[in-house]
């Protein structure tokens, strides 16, 4: 029967573990063990004995590597997760500036429907037969109209940049999700590369 190469690194993978080779240095420990059992002059047991603590130093370094990389993604795991956590408090008080700003434009509203109150109250004024106190009420008015007009301006230049803030975070949260995508494909391509590679070393 003919295997396709994703099927012969899956079956040398169950019978393997992780790949790492532990299964061959293990049969390997094995066999020098019998063999130094069994050796018949001291020469061959010595060098069954050497080989015996090659095989075990083989499996140190592999058990040490592994630990080190289990330790390495523990680690990420807790950088991602404030990362994540960081993105969702950003996005936490986006939402409360512009719940604020949205309270501001409604007072500005506000503003400028007693503006307009104001407007109808000073057409009104100005029938009064008293022209000097109806010019010092007109401009206070103006006075007030001016300030609220500005107030309207921040309000509305501050509710622009809370927006553009928010667009911001929006794409750095999708630029941080495909970089996260790049580097689980990187990883895996990495580990299939080191497999392949073992697995020619082994042929």
């Known amino acids: 029967a003919v295997f396709s190469s994703d099927e012969v690194i899956r079956k040398r993978l169950l019978i393997d573990g992780d790949g790492a080779g532990d299964d061959r240095r293990i049969n390997?420990?094995?066999?020098?063990?019998?063999?130094?059992?069994?050796s018949g002059s001291q020469e061959e047991g010595y060098f069954q004995y050497q080989r015996m603590l090659s095989t075990l130093s083989q499996c140190e370094f592999s058990m040490g590597k592994t630990l080190l990389v289990y330790d390495m993604n523990l680690r990420e795991m807790e950088n991602y997760e404030?990362?994540?956590?960081?993105?969702e408090n950003s996005i936490?008080?986006?939402?409360?500036?512009?719940?604020?700003c949205k309270k501001q434009i409604l007072q500005a509203k506000r503003i400028r429907k007693n503006r307009q109150e104001?407007?109808?109250?000073?057409k009104v004024i100005q029938h009064h037969p008293d022209r000097h106190e109806?010019?010092?009420?007109?401009?206070?008015?103006?006075?007030?109209?001016?300030?609220?007009s500005h107030i309207k301006e921040n309000?509305?230049?501050?509710?622009?940049?809370?927006?553009?803030?928010?667009?911001?975070?929006?794409s750095t949260i999708h630029e941080?999700?495909?970089?996260?995508?790049?580097?689980?494909k990187l990883s895996e391509a990495e580990e299939s590369q080191e497999t392949q590679m073992e697995t020619e070393t082994k042929q």
């Open 118 to 122: 104001y407007d109808a109250l000073a």
């Open 176 to 184: 941080l999700q495909q970089t996260l995508e790049n580097d689980e």
């Open 28 to 38: 390997l420990l094995v066999k020098s063990f019998i063999k130094w059992c069994n």
């Open 92 to 100: 936490a008080a986006a939402h409360e500036k512009i719940s604020e």
């Open 155 to 170: 309000v509305e230049d501050k509710l622009e940049l809370r927006r553009k803030q928010f667009h911001v975070l929006l």
């Open 134 to 148: 109806t010019l010092k009420q007109l401009e206070a008015l103006g006075k007030e109209l001016q300030h609220l």
């Open 82 to 87: 404030k990362i994540y956590k960081d993105i």
